[in-house]
Structures are given as structure tokens and as C-alpha cells.
């Protein structure tokens, strides 16, 4: 799915008006009924609907929303302005509501005085992407006190404060919502830890715009959803054997830390490594062949890797648990010096590059590096935030010709070419240790499995978070582990044979 700017949405409204035969106030029409429709599937008639709304045309989905739901049969209350200022679209709904003796409009002045039912819902339609300034005033205030009400919050289209495209001020006041029904694609703040938390659960909703100015127009920020996976998924074929798909060497562990070394060879396994060899120290060996006896084991040391020897065929995966001793730091950066295939490359891999700043331009081209925020600060520098942090990673995956996966709760796959894929699979109950291990074994398994390191990254990414989802609906957040996870790499390939390849799929 494509992520466009708040003016790229406002072009994508005006296209869809002009080329197609829907005025703009239909449009409004089509997003309020798209709301009012989840909020009748989520919400029943006994749920008073308080709904906030501004003088734009967020307002005037809210104006609109409140009709409809009226029209259900909810109990419906608005909060606004009646002398304001409003835009066209919002005039015309506000006027509709007034015209329905059912709907109170309340002032924004009398809100110290209403008194909430225990089972409200409460609607945000303040302010939406348009926003470009912070919120202050009466506004600011209504929003205070929103933010102190433990009833439902649901925001239209974005929460009231926030900017679709950049960080916000530090001391910008924002409507924390519970759910935000957002339209036609993702936003890219929502994205964001520092603005995402503001969000809650997101529901993008359809309204119908312009499917050609959709592919048509040009962007770099994209999300991972389903579609694009089926388009890079490659179905196994009946007709083949264990060289058909690769063979992978996993690179990993230390005395006291084999556990990332099984946790990444077994990842590897599962994601469908056709020969997979593990290179560890000779302290690991039982633990190594007792749990993952399908994987050849490879001596590289007695309790470090010191010895970088490599199948020359095989792609290779570096990183967990290699630790920093300094015989396997010497070893790591002469093998940097000499090898020249892309390969992947994640935790201590990533903190022997990072004291050798030198290193990082000796990562073969088109390499896939997987580092966490901290990772990405010893690597490159720190940054203020996460928007900040992206703006260096764009300008570093192009400087060094690399891919980067910048973990994050919602990770981002960079490219050279300047594209950035945000995952929205996964969940926080992959906040655990030895889940970044499971993650570089399954990417570099399918880089081995002949996937481009674009679309191994991108997989990569959405696999293990979606077998991180089927885990928590399994064990619960808190309990799951990264153990858990790898063993539900096998129900996402069933998902994705059963829900996303074409029915009429034929090898």
C-alpha cells in the first residue's frame, strides 16, 4: 500500500471530484458512511455518541457521521462552534444536523457542565491532515480534558494535533484516541512511535477515490500489507529438491550465548533454508546438533568464532550472540576485507562495525544490514527522533548501495533506491530477547532462497512479525517467546497458501 502526503491526499480528492462523477460533498458523504458504518459493527445503539467537531471538513465528516448514526439509531450529542467559520462541505453538514431536532449541538463553552454516560463514545473530528500548526486556545482545552476521560476515543481520519507527515512539537497538545478510522491509506506519522502512540488501533477505511491516481501517482513510502507479499511470495514447487533452495550459513554465538545461534538456525530452517550450516564455537556443538539436527554443524573456535570459514555457495548470516571478543573482532573484519557477496548482518557483527567506522564502507553492495535503534546510533550517529533516523538511514542505505532494516515496532525496510517499506505485522510481545535472532535467520534464508535482498527484507520483515502475531493470539503477549514465534513460521506459509495466492494458482 502506497503512502501518500497530506497534499498528495488533497491532489487524490480533487482528481477523484474532477475525473470522476461525485462532488466533493458526496465524497464527505462516502467517508462519514464509511465511519458510521464501523462504528455500528463496533459500537450497538445503547452507546451515546458524543461527537467534537471543527469548523474544516474533518469537522464535517463528524457532522455528517453524527446524521447517519442518528439515522441508526443512536443517541447522538455534538460538540462545536455554531458561530464559526466553517468550510463549504462542513457548512452544508452542520446545517443537516441543526435541521434534526434529535441532535443537541452543544457549545465547546458548556462542556464543564455536561455530564457523560458511563457506556459514551466519544468522537474526534477536530482536526485532520491538514493541520499545520499546534492547537491552542478553547480547542486545545476541549482536548485536554477529552484526554482525561477513560470512556472509548475514536478519531476520524487522524487524531485532532497531529501531522501526517512530520514529528510533532514537543509540546503539542493531541487527542489520544483508542481507534482511528483513517481513509484509503496509512498516514505516515502514524507510523512513528513518537506520533503512533496518539493513534490507538488503525482501521483504514475505503471511500472510494480514484483507483488510477492511486497507481499513477509516485511515492517512496510504502506499508507491507498482503498484496505485496503475494507478490513477492514464491510458491514452493512440487518438482524440485533441497539444492532448489539454498543453502544458508548461519553465523552466530559465544560461550554463554549458543541459545541466539539455535534461535537463528531454527528461524532459518523454518522460512524454508534448502542446506543450512551453522558456523559456531566448539562449545555450542551438543546444544547446536541436539536442537537443530538438521542444520551441518561448522567449528569456528572453542568458545568465540574466530575462524571465518565459509561454503563458499552457502549465503551467510552474522551477528547473534558472535559476542566482541577481540581474536573474533580481528577475524570479523579481515573476512569484511576480503568477502564481496551480499550477506546479512545484525547485533554483534553490527557493534565490531561500529567500532571500526572504516568497516562499514568494506559491506559488500547490496548487503542487508538489521539493526535496532541503539545499533543504528552506534553505526551512524545519533538522531533526535525516529523521523530524524529514517532521514539518515535513506541517506546511508544510498551512500553505502545497502538495504536497511531498521527494527522497530513498525520496521522499515530501506532501499539505495530511496524507498522505505514500513511492517505492520507484529505486536509488543516480540520485546524480547532473541526475537532479532529469529529475524536474521529468516531473512537470510530467503535471500538464499534466490529472493532479491529487497524482497528478503521486506518478507523477511512481515513473516516474522505475522508469525509473531500468530504467537500472541496463541500464548498472549506477555508470555510468548521467540521460541514461540519461529515454531509459527509454519502457520503464516499456510496462511499465505490458503488467503493470498491466487485460488486458481497452478505450479
Known amino acids: 500500500m502506497k503512502i501518500f502526503s497530506a497534499l498528495q491526499i488533497k491532489k487524490w480528492d480533487a482528481f477523484t471530484i474532477l475525473n470522476q462523477p461525485i462532488s466533493s460533498v458526496q465524497l464527505m458523504e462516502n467517508a462519514a458512511n464509511s465511519c458510521a458504518n464501523w462504528l455500528e459493527e463496533n459500537y450497538n445503539v445503547h452507546h451515546p455518541i458524543i461527537i467534537f467537531c471543527g469548523t474544516?471538513?474533518?469537522?464535517?465528516?463528524?457532522?455528517?457521521?453524527?446524521?447517519l448514526l442518528y439515522h441508526k439509531g443512536f443517541d447522538i450529542n455534538i460538540f462545536a462552534n455554531p458561530n464559526s467559520n466553517y468550510s463549504e462541505n462542513a457548512l452544508i453538514n452542520f446545517q443537516r444536523c441543526k435541521d434534526i431536532t434529535g441532535i443537541d449541538i452543544l457549545g465547546f463553552g458548556t462542556l464543564d457542565q455536561y455530564v457523560f454516560k458511563e457506556n459514551s463514545i466519544i468522537i474526534d473530528a477536530l482536526f485532520g491532515i491538514g493541520l499545520n500548526r499546534i492547537i491552542e486556545g478553547e480547542t486545545a482545552d476541549v482536548i485536554s480534558f477529552l484526554n482525561e476521560s477513560k470512556l472509548p476515543k475514536v478519531s476520524i481520519d487522524i487524531p485532532s494535533g497531529l501531522m501526517a507527515d512530520e514529528i510533532i512539537a514537543e509540546n503539542a497538545v493531541i487527542f489520544k484516541a483508542d481507534h482511528t478510522l483513517t481513509f484509503q491509506t496509512w498516514k505516515k506519522s502514524m507510523l512513528h512511535p513518537e506520533a503512533g502512540i496518539f493513534c490507538g488501533a488503525i482501521h483504514v477505511l475505503d471511500i472510494a477515490l480514484s483507483e488510477e491516481?492511486?497507481?499513477?501517482?509516485?511515492?517512496?513510502?510504502?506499508?507491507?500489507?498482503?498484496?505485496?507479499?503475494?507478490e513477492i511470495y514464491k510458491p514452493r514447487k512440487e518438482f524440485s529438491h533441497k539444492g532448489t533452495y539454498g543453502k544458508t550459513n548461519i553465523v552466530a554465538g559465544s560461550f554463554g550465548k549458543i541459545g541466539a545461534a539455535v534461535l537463528a538456525t531454527k528461524a532459518t530452517l523454518k522460512s524454508g533454508s534448502g542446506i543450512t550450516f551453522i558456523l559456531a564455537p566448539k562449545c555450542g556443538y551438543e546444544i547446536l546438533q541436539t536442537n537443530c539436527p538438521e542444520a551441518m554443524f561448522v567449528?569456528?573456535?572453542?568458545?568465540e568464532v574466530t575462524n571465518f570459514d565459509f561454503e563458499e555457495s552457502a549465503v551467510i548470516g552474522i551477528g547473534p550472540g558472535l559476542g566482541t571478543d577481540p581474536e573474533t573482532e580481528s577475524?570479523?573484519?579481515?573476512?569484511?576485507?576480503?568477502?564481496?557477496?551480499?550477506?546479512?548482518?545484525?547485533?554483534?557483527?553490527?557493534?565490531?562495525?561500529?567500532?571500526?567506522?572504516?568497516?562499514l564502507n568494506q559491506i559488500p553492495k547490496h548487503s542487508i544490514i538489521t539493526p535496532h535503534p541503539k545499533e543504528f546510533e552506534r553505526l551512524f550517529g545519533k538522531t533526535e527522533n525516529s523521523f530524524e533516523r529514517l532521514h539518515l538511514a535513506i541517506k546511508k542505505a544510498k551512500e553505502l548501495q545497502i538495504y536497511i532494516v531498521l527494527k522497530d515496532h513498525h520496521t522499515q525496510v530501506i532501499t539505495p533506491e530511496n524507498q522505505v517499506f514500513y511492517n505492520i505485522t507484529g505486536n509488543s510481545g516480540?520485546?524480547?530477547?532473541?526475537?532479532?535472532?529469529?529475524?536474521?535467520?529468516?531473512?537470510?534464508?530467503?535471500?538464499?532462497?534466490?529472493?532479491?535482498?529487497?524482497?528478503?527484507?521486506?518478507?523477511?520483515v512481515w513473516l516474522h512479525g505475522?508469525?509473531?502475531d500468530f504467537a500472541a493470539e496463541k500464548f498472549s503477549k506477555e508470555a510468548m517467546l521467540p521460541?514461540?514465534?519461529?515454531?509459527?513460521i509454519g502457520t503464516v506459509f499456510k496462511y499465505l497458501n490458503k488467503k493470498i495466492l491466487p485460488k486458481n494458482w497452478k505450479d
Not at 474544516?56 to 465528516?61: A, I, P, V
Not at 567449528?299 to 568458545?303: D, L, P
Not at 529475524?439 to 528478503?456: E, R
Not at 521460541?483 to 509459527?488: H, P, T
Open 466 to 468: 505475522k508469525a509473531g
Open 213 to 230: 491516481f492511486y497507481v499513477n501517482e509516485i511515492t517512496n513510502n510504502n506499508v507491507i500489507d498482503d498484496i505485496l507479499i503475494s
Open 331 to 359: 577475524s570479523f573484519l579481515q573476512f569484511l576485507k576480503t568477502y564481496k557477496k551480499p550477506f546479512v548482518v545484525d547485533a554483534d557483527a553490527l557493534n565490531i562495525i561500529s567500532k571500526n567506522p572504516t568497516a
Open 299 to 303: 567449528s569456528g573456535g572453542e568458545n
Open 56 to 67: 474544516g471538513n474533518n469537522g464535517g465528516d463528524g457532522f455528517a457521521i453524527a446524521r
Open 430 to 460: 516480540m520485546a524480547k530477547g532473541g526475537s532479532g535472532d529469529a529475524l536474521l535467520g529468516i531473512i537470510t534464508s530467503l535471500l538464499a532462497q534466490n529472493y532479491s535482498p529487497k524482497y528478503a527484507s521486506i518478507f523477511g
Open 483 to 488: 521460541s514461540d514465534l519461529i515454531e509459527e
